[in-house]
């Protein structure tokens, strides 16, 4: 039986503690008993979460981190982990489901599809099958902040409504963790490997249920504060499981969150999403000052891969840095003293491995004119290369990442351009 363990803040008033404790956690033992197991894990993914073993197999991620049992090398500088069980989305399935990321694009073209009117008439059969193979527990297709941000920033209702009407039921809501939470177990293992400290590196899980677990701030819609009568009362009127009606109205919450049609857009005071591009703009002037250094100064100039290092050490992940360094117990020494030295341990972190090596190629193009797609796809890339099974991507970064870094060769991951090769290879 799963169990999941909470920590309640603030209990209600002349309710004891235990009683907000019963009343929080006694859905997830009641699930179970009500529905079976396998419904009770494949309606409710934070359930899911909590199953380490079925059918003799571990199927459980940090389990498997933790025990030394699950995983293996896999690339030169990543270790391939097992992801969490088919339970979050599905049948259950002996086997370990595959992980598939697809970009914004995509996702636009099988909401068309969906709608009934694909850009190629193939699509419609790829919606279905892949539909097919999300049900069945063979497949999961989980959503970022990348997916997220750049659908909430599109101001056409006509182009998100119908991607949030397929991503609901392809992704489950299942979604992948982001960079800057990623990058910490992977400093503190790559720390861990080289001088033995820490002791016991921070394990990250990489899949989670949501949007708040996408940017880092895992949360959900939960019921507090009921008496057992109160519920029974609520139940009855209502013909549901509270259950059940927190699972609604998570569901219901995250659709609106992708959707967000312009008629509520409106309503919601100081809703702003194109704040976003603003702050990508600010980065893209940053790495326009990087390109013109990278091509004008001769020093800086015979190595590149340094410069590029270096902007994504102290821009993009300095304070995760010095976090483990400290965590490590290095507070007055640094461990890397030279250039080559940090390059080196930046390039054995899977993220910044995929990050730095997309950025490189791109410099190295004089002619390339950065725009914010990049940003966003380097984001997304940098994740979902180490930790999926195959990516669809735009065919611009896709070739950067296969032709020119090599990198679907180095992580074992094919990254396609369509979905056409997508269903080809999941053999749809």
Not at 65 to 90: F, S, V
Not at 278 to 301: F, R, W
Not at 322 to 343: C, D, H, M, N
Request: net charge neutral; with cysteine.
């Amino acid at each position: 039986m799963p169990v999941v363990n909470r920590t309640i803040l603030r209990h209600p008033p002349g309710q004891a503690p235990t009683r907000a404790l019963t009343n929080v956690t006694l859905p997830y033992a009641v699930a179970p008993a009500n529905k079976g197991w396998r419904r009770a894990c494949a309606e409710d993914a934070s359930l899911a979460l909590g199953v380490n073993i079925h059918g003799g197999q571990l199927v459980n991620a940090a389990v498997g981190e933790a025990t030394g049992l699950g995983g293996g090398p896999r690339g030169r500088t990543r270790r391939r982990l097992n992801h969490d069980p088919a339970l979050t989305i599905g049948q259950v399935n002996d086997q370990r489901p595959r992980t598939v990321y697809l970009d914004i694009n995509h996702w636009y073209a099988l909401g068309r599809a969906g709608a009934g009117n694909p850009d190629r008439p193939e699509h419609a059969g790829v919606l279905a099958g892949l539909q097919g193979e999300v049900d069945a527990g063979r497949l999961v297709i989980p959503l970022s902040s990348v997916t997220y941000t750049e659908l909430t920033e599109n101001p056409r209702d006509q182009h998100r409504e119908p991607a949030a009407s397929v991503m609901l039921p392809l992704s489950r809501l299942v979604t992948i963790a982001p960079p800057d939470k990623i990058v910490d177990e992977e400093l503190a293992r790559e720390l861990n490997r080289r001088f033995g400290r820490p002791a016991f590196p921070v394990k990250v899980p990489k899949i989670g249920y949501g949007a708040g677990f996408a940017f880092g701030t895992p949360g959900r819609v939960k019921t507090t504060g009921f008496t057992a009568a109160e519920r029974d009362r609520i139940e009855t009127q209502m013909g549901k499981t509270i259950a059940d009606l927190e699972l609604q109205a998570n569901a219901l919450f995250e659709y609106w969150l992708l959707a967000t049609p312009r008629s509520l857009r409106d309503r919601i005071p100081g809703f702003e999403p194109v704040l976003t591009r603003q702050d990508a703009a600010a980065e893209l002037a940053e790495i326009q000052v990087m390109v013109d250094s990278l091509h004008s100064g001769k020093e800086i100039a015979t190595r590149p891969m340094d410069g590029v290092a270096a902007r994504q050490l102290c821009r993009d992940i300095f304070g995760n840095f010095t976090r483990a360094l400290a965590s490590a117990g290095f507070v007055t020494s640094l461990p890397l003293r030279t250039r080559a030295e940090l390059t080196d341990f930046l390039e054995h972190l899977p993220t910044q491995r995929v990050a730095t090596s997309l950025k490189y190629h791109y410099v190295k193009q004089a002619a390339t004119t950065w725009k914010i797609n990049h940003l966003r796809d380097i984001e997304a890339l940098s994740v979902a290369i180490p930790y999926t099974d195959a990516v669809v991507t735009d065919a611009d970064v896709a070739d950067v990442a296969t032709q020119r870094a090599g990198l679907d060769a180095e992580f074992g991951t094919p990254v396609f351009k369509s979905l056409t090769e997508l269903a080809t290879y999941l053999g749809l």
